[in-house]
C-alpha cells in the first residue's frame, strides 16, 4: 500500500510522514515547497514537486500507484491579505485544487482520500455546553471557512458519482512541537513572563495535540467504517484560556502570571486596539464533541493535554 501526502513539508505534514514511515507504510510526499536537504528520517522517501494546488494541477506522477490520499495542502488564514479577492483565492486553492486532485484520484484507481477540514465550517464560537457535532449545521464565518465547507460538499459529490471514499476530519487549533501563530505567541508571552488580563476568563475551548491528530488520520486512511464520514476531532479535554496558560506555565516552569480584568474593559480595549477578534479567539467557547470518532472508530486520544503542551514548549526550544 503507498500513501501519498499533500502538503507535507508543513506542520501536520512533516509529523503525520515521520510516524506512518516508522511504521513501514510506503509513502510519496507532495509539496510545493520540497525541503532542499530532506529530513534524515525520511531518507528513501519520494518527493513529488507540484506546483501550487490549482484545478489545473497534474498530479499524474504523483498518483501512480497510490491507493490513500491525506491531502493536507491548503490555502490557509493570511494575516496581511495581499490578493485583491481572498475569497476568490481560497476557492480557486481549496475548491478546485481538491476537487482536481480527487478528479485526478478517482481516475488513477486510489482507494480513500482523507481531506483535512476544520471546526471553523460550524461557526466561530459555540453555546455554553452545547459542543458542535458533526450534524450541527454548517455556517462558516469566513473565506477559508467556507472554502473548506465547500470542498467536503464537492468531495461527497464526487465520491457518489465514483466510488472514491472520502473521508473528512475536521480539527480545531493544532498544538505540538514546531507550532506556529497564536499559540506560539502565547507560549512566548508566558516565557517571557508577561502579566497576562485573562484570569476572568470562564470559556472552554477544544484543542488537538498534534500526535492526537496524526494518530486519528492514521486511522481514518485504513478503518474500513470511515468511508463515506465526517468526523470532529479532539483531545476529549476541554480547556478555558486560563488553564491553558497554567499548563503551558508548568511546562516551561515559569509563575503563571494571569491578571483578572473585567469582561467589558478587555471587550473596550480591544476594540480600541482593533484586536476584537483575537479576543474573542481567547474568551469565546468553541468546544466539539468527539462521540462519534470514539465509538464508530473506536479512537482514543494516544497522548494527553499535558503532554502535547509539552512537546509545543520544547519544540520552541530554549529562549535566546
Known amino acids: 500500500m503507498t500513501w ?15 510516524n506512518l514511515h516508522r511504521k513501514g507504510i510506503r509513502l510519496r510526499l507532495s509539496s510545493c515547497t520540497v525541503p532542499t536537504q530532506p529530513y534524515p528520517a525520511f531518507a528513501g522517501i519520494e518527493w513529488i514537486p507540484t506546483a501550487d494546488l490549482q484545478p489545473s494541477t497534474d498530479w499524474g ?26 475569497w476568490r483565492s481560497f476557492s480557486q486553492v481549496n475548491v478546485g485544487g481538491t476537487l482536481g486532485l480527487a478528479r485526478q484520484a478517482a481516475e488513477a484507481g486510489v482507494r480513500r482520500l482523507v481531506f483535512m477540514s476544520t471546526v471553523k465550517v460550524h461557526g466561530e464560537r459555540t453555546r455554553p455546553g452545547q ?6 449545521r454548517q455556517a462558516p464565518y469566513d473565506a477559508y471557512a467556507q472554502s473548506k465547507a465547500d470542498a467536503e460538499h464537492a468531495l461527497f459529490s464526487l465520491a457518489e458519482r465514483t466510488g472514491l471514499e472520502v473521508v473528512v476530519v475536521r480539527s480545531p487549533l493544532v498544538y505540538g512541537a514546531g507550532v506556529k501563530g497564536n499559540f506560539q505567541r ?5 516565557r517571557a513572563g508577561y502579566p497576562l488580563p485573562l484570569g476572568a476568563v470562564h470559556n472552554l475551548r477544544s484543542l488537538v495535540a498534534l500526535d492526537n491528530l496524526v494518530d486519528f488520520l492514521q486511522l481514518c486512511g485504513t478503518h474500513p467504517v470511515a468511508a463515506g464520514q465526517c468526523f470532529l476531532i479532539s483531545d476529549d479535554a476541554d480547556l478555558s484560556t486560563p488553564d491553558l496558560i497554567r499548563q503551558i506555565a508548568s511546562a516551561l516552569g515559569r509563575a503563571t502570571r494571569l491578571v483578572s480584568v473585567p469582561a467589558p474593559i478587555l471587550a473596550l480595549a480591544a476594540q480600541l486596539l482593533g484586536h476584537q477578534q483575537a479576543l474573542s479567539r481567547l474568551t469565546d467557547h ?21 503532554q502535547g503542551i509539552a512537546d509545543a514548549v520544547r519544540g520552541l526550544g530554549s529562549p535566546r
Do not use: N, Y
Open 4 to 18: 501519498l501526502l499533500t502538503g507535507a513539508s508543513g506542520f501536520i505534514g512533516t509529523r503525520l510522514a515521520s
Open 61 to 86: 506522477d504523483a498518483l501512480r500507484g497510490v491507493e490513500v490520499i491525506v491531502h493536507l495542502a491548503a490555502r490557509v488564514h493570511v494575516m496581511r491579505e495581499t490578493v485583491a479577492d481572498p
Open 131 to 136: 459542543p458542535f457535532v458533526e450534524t450541527c
Open 186 to 190: 502565547l507560549i512566548q508571552l508566558i
Open 286 to 306: 468553541l468546544q466539539v464533541d468527539i462521540h462519534k470518532a470514539r465509538t464508530l472508530l473506536g479512537w482514543r486520544p494516544v497522548v494527553s493535554v499535558a
